[in-house]
């Protein structure tokens, strides 16, 4: 019986681009074009549903352009677990996943007018907290051979700027391939 349970368990990677921005609506903001890296295991828990935990290496940030011109870049290793259901469709299946993750900020930079500033994440002069979390959001299709298309959005819920009077949480949507094997 745990022969054939662990027959089932299969794994993949994804890769594709990530459009980010901060939550706060009041400041004028444009997409931070950037990356994602993503490793998977989906593990099969009942017909069409599976958890899919995994490790990503996410590119985050926002462009700024009220007062001074200014692009954030955040690289994040984050550790999502998603609820998987899958729905056969033609020589494949759509899948629809949801759940949480957790993300560690390791580097960042600003870009202001030319000029780029290393972010801190510890300290007391900090520029940003450390940790992030959030909910993550993701449909796609994969075919019968393990080729993935997807999309996604990462719904960052906690506050990343601790001295600040207003609220900033990362909004990404991603865009991607990948394989499952």
Known sequence: ??????????YGLKAGVNLGQYSNSDIDQKNNTSFQL???ADLPIA???SIQPGVS???KG??????VAMTRNVMSIEVPVNLVYWIPAGSGS???GAGPYVGFNVSGK???DGNSINLKFTGDDKDMNLLDAGANFMAGYKLTNGFLLNA?????LNQLVSDSEDKFSNRVWSFGIGFQF
């Not at 019986?1 to 299969?10: E, G, I, L």
């Open 110 to 112: 600003d870009k202001i």
């Open 47 to 49: 017909t069409n549903f």
């Open 1 to 10: 019986m745990a022969a054939a349970a662990q027959a089932q368990v299969s």
């Open 38 to 40: 993503t490793g998977f």
């Open 57 to 59: 290496l996410q590119g």
């Open 152 to 156: 996604g959005y990462n719904l960052g």
């Open 62 to 67: 926002t462009k700024i352009s009220e007062g």
């Open 94 to 96: 759509v899948f629809l």
